[in-house]
């Protein structure tokens, strides 16, 4: 007895809207991450020179497999990026733009 073929899964095309406030975009020189067992939360936050405070813009909590996707699509764009432009210095190098991440976890 054979059994039934099933049909080819056609990748589903997903239509992104950017609306007009998040196409201007947000500037964060600063990015804070924790974890749970469930979900991963990352703030973008902006400091200013000489404030002892930084204020967070954005939040997003993400599950872990889009977050290891995220860190797959962020480290091919690096390298694209690197490969055009040069070598990216770390934080607290001359050649840094002043973006830093802030780890903790829970």
Known sequence: ???PTQPPQVP???QIEL????AEGLYANLTMISQSGSEFVIDFARVMPGRPKAKVYARVVMA???VKALLRGLEQNLKRFEDLHGAIGEPGSKTNIGFQSGMGGE
């Open 1 to 3: 007895m054979s059994q």
């Open 12 to 14: 589903q095309r997903i």
């Open 19 to 22: 609306g007009e406030a998040e």
């Open 64 to 66: 872990p497999p889009n």
